[in-house]
C-alpha cells in the first residue's frame, strides 16, 4: 500500500477533537473518550491527540481505500503514540473530498 496523500498538511480541527474524540458526553464519542482519556489524552491539551493522530498517519500505510461518489476514505491501522508512554493499536478514518487534494480526519477508534 502507500501513505496517505499530503499528510503534513491534514486537517484536524479542534471541535473534532474536544467535542468527539475527548468528549464525555457525546453519544457517538463517550467511549473513545474513556479510551483515549486512558492514554493520557485531555481535552485541555487536546493538540497532543491531534499530533498523535498526524503521527499515526505519517507511520502507517493506508489499509484500506474506499472510493465514494463525494471523495475517498482512507483507514489506517497501527500504533499510536501517547502521553502515557503506550502504544495502542487504532483504527484512524480520513477522507479527501472530491476535487480536493488535503485529507480531514473522520474519527479513530
Do not use: C
Amino acid at each position: 500500500m502507500s501513505k496517505l496523500p499530503h499528510v503534513d498538511a491534514a486537517l484536524i480541527p479542534e471541535k473534532k477533537v474536544v467535542n468527539y474524540l475527548l468528549s464525555a458526553t457525546h453519544d457517538s464519542g463517550r467511549d473513545k473518550a474513556t479510551f483515549f482519556r486512558r492514554f493520557g489524552f485531555t481535552a485541555e491539551a487536546w493538540e497532543v491527540l491531534a499530533q498523535a493522530l498526524r503521527q499515526h498517519a505519517m507511520r502507517h500505510e493506508i489499509a484500506k481505500i474506499e472510493p465514494s461518489p463525494f471523495g475517498t476514505r482512507y483507514v489506517l491501522e497501527g500504533a499510536l503514540p501517547t502521553p502515557s508512554g503506550r502504544a495502542p493499536h487504532v483504527r484512524v478514518v480520513w477522507f479527501i473530498d472530491t476535487g480536493e487534494m488535503i485529507p480531514r480526519f473522520v474519527t479513530a477508534y
